[in-house]
């Protein structure tokens, strides 16, 4: 059973920086599987912020991201990480982290596997 571990959330003042990172067990890790990060706010519906492929490709999501955020993996660590840069009180959720159960899956198909979150809060 594959099983993701989120750490790296905390609190932090609008403008700084938090560094997430999804720890991946469970199956042999490699760059076959694509692997993504959503987030979701109270009362709000979970929103796909940005996902990377076997190939290191980016496949974007939020548009409130972009510029901001940058997803990257360490295959050797079985970790994937999201740099989050210039936060912002809005980008307050819980972050989570997903995988497929297929290697070289295609963006349309579903995610498998999901974190427990950690929580992302940025005060004004």
């Known amino acids: 059973q594959v099983q993701l571990v989120e750490s790296g959330g905390g609190l932090v003042q609008a403008g700084g920086s938090l560094r997430l990172s999804c720890a991946a067990s469970?199956?042999?890790?490699?760059?076959?599987?694509?692997m993504g990060w959503f987030r979701q706010a109270p009362g709000k519906e979970r929103e796909f912020i940005v996902a990377?492929?076997?190939?290191?490709?980016?496949?974007d999501g939020a548009d409130s991201v972009k510029g901001r955020f940058t997803i990257s993996r360490d295959d050797a660590k079985n970790t994937v990480f999201l740099q989050m840069n210039s936060l912002k009180p809005e980008d307050t959720a819980i972050y989570y982290c997903?995988?497929?159960?297929?290697?070289?899956?295609?963006?349309?198909?579903?995610?498998?596997?999901w974190g427990q979150g950690t929580q992302v809060t940025v005060s004004s």
């Open positions: 997903a995988t497929k159960r297929l290697p070289y899956a295609l963006p349309s198909e579903p995610y498998d596997y």
């Open positions: 469970g199956r042999t890790f490699s760059n076959s599987y694509p």
């Open positions: 990377i492929n076997w190939d290191g490709d980016r496949i």
